[in-house]
């Protein structure tokens, strides 16, 4: 199939359930071998979505792994998913993403997922957002300092930053940067309006 992007709020998910919403609704999503963007919104505590079932869905299997998604998958944004783990992130991570937005993804996630990532997994990231999430900010810098070129904000109008000085690395809690250059910049990805805003008042480019 020739489908690039899926987006689906689950806004009613106290009807709906992991079988319901990815076998019912859309019986072909394992099929999808070249679609690149998956948005997700799962309606926060009413979602019925098991974490299980996410690991199912983001798994490829052992044979033929090119046919099924996510092969493909370039952009995820998953939000609101409360009964995120570090088991499911590890299994995103996996995937050769660009882009990943997991905001608002409850007190089941940790963010020590992201200290034992190993270089092998998302080489390719450049924009991780995890905003309205309870971030372990000394380990989210450290990935930073570790992958330079990723931009990680857990805040609006907001992305990690430094300044090294004799003493090592000093770390800002505000960004004086070109914030709308740097949209401006990420808008030329494909796909990046999968992806969340990061200041109050976002250009036409980025999705809501």
Known sequence: MGLRAWCLACLLQNFCRDAEIFYCWCPDLQNLCNLE???LACGDQYCNLS??????LFTLPDKEPEKSFPYKLRNLALTEF??????LVKVIAQSDLVLLDLSKIGEFYEDEVWDNLCD???????????HDNKADIAIL????????????TVKMN?????TETENGYVFHDTYDGDIDAIMNDLSQIDGFGCCGT???F???FISA
């Open 37 to 39: 963007e998956f948005r």
């Open 51 to 56: 974490t299980e079932g996410m690991i199912d």
């Open 82 to 87: 409360q009964m995120c783990n570090a088991e």
């Open 120 to 130: 092998e997994s998302l080489p390719n990231l450049r924009f991780l957002r995890l």
């Open 141 to 152: 810098q450290r990935l930073n300092l570790k992958r330079p070129r990723l931009l990680i």
């Open 158 to 162: 907001h992305f990690i930053n430094w």
């Open 198 to 200: 990061v200041t109050h």
């Open 202 to 204: 976002p250009s036409s």
